[in-house]
């Protein structure tokens, strides 16, 4: 897998017809313009001589940054900067120098030919760049500006001239690439002369992979009758990392035309040797250098130093990172750089091992998915080290426990192994400022606890024996991965987090921690373990490989969907922080269903849920993208009620050990101000028409027969969920109910009554999803993030009201006002 981008990076098929178009008209309109007068300056080598290296002998095959001289189609296959130089010899002097620049799609070039025998001397200057044109084809354009001395000591004597092409790529599949190019289309004049319209053609097989590849080619200038064109047949091959060969033949004018090459790579750098002879007797040789270098990671005949890899691990960890000024002291960090990192460092030959600095960090579910990656890094021989700075937790030791080993320093402590949460009630307290909530679970919802910290002075006893349930899953699964990680008797685990504070001499005596010391010492010890050098600040996810492979990458989409279910557009709330808006995120989703590149979508949801129909309506959107592709919904570090609702309909859900999901249930909310206007002297006038037109107002509580509406409407609304649940999971309805009732579970509990497929993380999802679309081998991975508004943008959006409602059914835990933040802090610790 590599990292992608979000964007769609392919237009669409209307671009692909309209830009071919406009290529054959360009070749039509260039036959049929009378042509000029024929002279032998037309045949000098313009603007492109035989610039080649052994991986890129053929228009087809030709990619590198030397693309502005071959195929300005190519220009940007190689994503960054690169450089070219390369030149022939003519015997023993020197034939011609030339050197280009890429940096992405755009590309300059110069080129000087020394002058010969009938040939003056030359001096090109290009400029090319690339358009990719669908799934399949790259439109390329260049200029060339040429200087000819004209051999006379006369500085008149220099000719110049500007002429321009274009160049087309054509790679539908992974074993055929078919290059072309039109040059001179514009006949220009040199001097008295006028140059011939000249053609490239080529292509490019593959009938065993990327090692091997066989070539056709043929040039010929306009006018040429096609029993005189040439045809050159070439074999490219890489037998091992970074080691290029070619050879060559061609048949011209009845003598033979031999080709062979020899180049090197190394991961960012390669250089090679060409040679070129005609005729039997080997007459007329020519060879050729060149070097090339770039910014991606190539297949290399020296592999790289072996490293160690540091990660900075710290914060509130979630999918995506906190959104916005507004998000005040709720700021968490994306959790996705430290998974890619550990992921990298995993499938990178060269990274022997890992050094994670661990701090302060949170969210259980994703520390899961992190002990995976390590566990997966650790079987394939890399040596993992954890240092523990200080004071540390529940969270933190988790983590850790995955390495080979613990490093603490002498002045730190361990505390804190065990979880344990407080729930505030605050009814009582409102009461004094004349504040009041009415809640309105629907009558079958036992567990929906949503808001009921702020209508009871008592939790509801089944909201007591939910956290209950959910504290034993959270415990026995940290006690069961530290015991079997750390090879501490489970019962003996249990004794030692039971909350007790311990020196760190104590805990290494317990077999907590391996080594006492501080961070240089872990870095040494990680070094010596590993027999590699640390290195600092590297980061694995910012390397780019060279794609060997041709055709349209094979993709997996990741969308985020992260945030509190709201109608209307993402944006950031001071309370709620991220919110997911049903419009933002249904556009997203028709873009990944459009995206003909994506072969399937993993569904990535860390939500509490909102509004019921926001909901609803990402359901749809998500169904219209599962009738054209797989659907596979990965759950972080919650997925409850709407969190619920928007996975329900996948092909397949999976969900972390101890993901917090289900919450299958509806509830509502509505303040009352009443006492409030009353300690104010704030009086109140109504007027209506309409003997409920004021049931939903902030200044009186509902009327018996007004709350009996309210909870009919929450029933109904029930209902429908169980009956979408109950399609989408394919189960009975009296089946979804009886694990319905708003009741939360953790992940391994929710596999255990059918309301997720599987265990697994993000990067499970993701061969889950390769499995359902039938792709096979690597694939690109394309992350979809949550769009991001500028802080004009932001300042503009102070202020409107999004979706205004005076209530709202809500199919979660949490709700519209994120003050009752109490099931996702049952993953925290309370010291």
């Avoid at 249990?494 to 006492?516: F, H, N, Q, S």
């Amino acid at each position: 897998m590599k990292l992608g981008t979000s964007s769609r990076p392919f237009g669409s098929l209307r671009s692909v017809v309209s830009l071919s178009l406009l290529f054959v008209t360009l070749a039509i309109i260039s036959f049929a313009l009378p042509p000029g007068r024929a002279s032998a300056t037309s045949a000098l080598d313009l603007p492109e001589p035989a610039l080649w290296t052994p991986d890129g002998s053929s228009i087809a095959t030709s990619d590198g940054p030397q693309s502005v001289f071959t195929n300005p189609a190519a220009i940007g296959l190689r994503s960054g900067v690169g450089f070219f130089y390369g030149g022939t010899l003519a015997g023993d002097k020197s034939a011609y120098n030339a050197f280009s620049l890429q940096i992405s799609n755009l590309s300059f070039g110069y080129a000087q030919s020394q002058a010969r025998p009938f040939r003056p001397e030359t001096r090109s200057f290009l400029v090319g760049q690339s358009f990719p044109i669908g799934q399949m084809f790259r439109f390329g354009t260049f200029g060339n500006w040429l200087e000819v001395d004209a051999g006379g000591s006369d500085p008149d004597d220099e000719l110049d001239v500007f002429s321009y092409g274009a160049g087309l790529l054509f790679r539908p599949c992974r074993h055929f690439s078919l290059g072309a190019k039109l040059g001179n289309i514009n006949q220009p004049r040199l001097g008295e002369d006028v140059l011939k319209r000249y053609y490239n053609v080529g292509a490019g097989v593959r009938p065993l992979g990327n090692r091997v590849t066989l070539t056709v080619d043929t040039e010929f200038e306009e006018g040429t009758e096609v029993e005189d064109f040439g045809v050159r047949y070439g074999v490219e091959v890489e037998p091992i990392d970074g080691l290029l060969l070619h050879a060559g033949y061609m048949d011209r004018d009845g003598e033979a035309d031999y080709r062979f090459a020899v180049g090197f790579s190394l991961p960012h750098m390669s250089a090679g040797y060409a040679g070129e002879t005609r005729g039997d007797d080997m007459r007329d040789e020519r060879s050729g250098y060149y070097v090339s270098t770039t910014t991606e990671f190539q297949r290399s005949v020296v592999k790289p130093g072996s490293k160690v890899v540091k990660l900075d691990v710290q914060g509130n960890l979630r999918d995506e990172p906190s959104e916005g000024f507004m998000t005040l002291g709720s700021g968490h960090r994306g959790a996705l750089p430290l998974l890619e990192e550990l992921r990298r460092a995993r499938t990178e030959p060269w990274v022997k091992g890992v050094l994670l600095d661990i701090r302060g960090i949170s969210n259980l579910a994703v520390i899961e998915e992190m002990r995976n990656e390590i566990a997966l890094s650790r079987a394939a021989g890399k040596k993992v080290v954890a240092f523990l700075d200080g004071d540390t937790d529940f969270s933190e030791y988790y983590l850790a426990s995955a390495a080979d080993k613990i490093v603490t320093p002498f002045s730190g402590g361990i505390y804190g192994l065990g979880i344990g949460r407080t729930m505030l009630l605050y009814k009582n307290f409102l009461a004094k400022l004349g504040i009041e909530f009415e809640r309105f679970p629907c009558r079958e919802c036992e567990y929906k606890s949503a808001y009921a910290n702020f209508t009871e002075d008592k939790l509801p006893e089944g909201y007591k024996r939910q956290i209950d349930e959910m504290l034993d899953d959270i415990y026995d699964e940290w006690l069961t991965d530290v015991s079997r990680d750390r090879g501490i008797e489970k019962s003996k685990l249990t004794e030692l987090a039971d909350g007790r504070i311990m020196m760190p001499t104590e805990a290494k005596e317990a077999g907590l921690v391996d080594e006492l010391g501080f961070y240089d010492f872990a870095d040494s010890l990680v070094a010596e373990m590993a027999d590699a050098k640390v290195a600092d600040g590297l980061r694995l996810s910012k390397i780019a490989h060279k794609r060997c492979d041709w055709g349209p990458p094979q993709r997996v989409a990741v969308v985020f969907a992260m945030g509190a279910i709201m109608d209307g557009e993402n944006r950031s709330d001071f309370m709620e922080g991220n919110v997911m808006g049903n419009e933002t995120m249904t556009k997203l989703l028709e873009k990944v269903e459009n995206d003909r590149s994506v072969k399937a979508v993993v569904w990535r949801i860390d939500s509490p849920g909102g509004s019921g129909y926001a909901s609803d309506a990402i359901w749809n959107g998500l169904e219209k993208l599962k009738k054209k592709k797989p659907l596979v919904s990965s759950m972080g570090m919650v997925a409850g009620s709407g969190g619920y609702w928007i996975a329900m309909n996948s092909d397949k859900i999976l969900a972390d050990p101890l993901t917090l999901t289900g919450s299958i249930g509806a509830t509502g909310l509505k303040p009352v101000f009443e006492g409030t206007y009353d300690k104010l002297g704030i009086n109140r006038e109504v007027f209506k028409r309409g003997k409920y037109m004021d049931m939903f107002s902030t200044a009186r509580k509902m009327t018996p027969e007004e709350r009996a509406m309210i909870l009919d409407m929450t029933d109904k609304f029930y209902d429908y969920f169980v009956d979408k649940v109950a399609v989408g999971r394919n189960m009975k309805p009296e089946d979804v109910r009886k694990v319905g009732g708003g009741h939360v579970y953790v992940g391994r509990r929710a596999l255990s009554i059918g309301l997720v497929d599987k265990l697994g993380g993000m990067y499970d999802a993701v061969e889950e999803a390769k499995k359902l679309a039938g792709v096979t081998g690597d694939v690109e991975v394309v992350y979809y993030h949550r769009p991001k508004k500028s802080i004009f943008s932001t300042l503009a959006g102070l202020g409107v009201k999004q979706a205004p409602q005076a209530i709202e059914l809500v199919g979660d835990y949490d709700g519209p006002m994120l003050l009752m933040d109490d099931l996702p802090e049952v993953l925290e610790v309370e010291p």
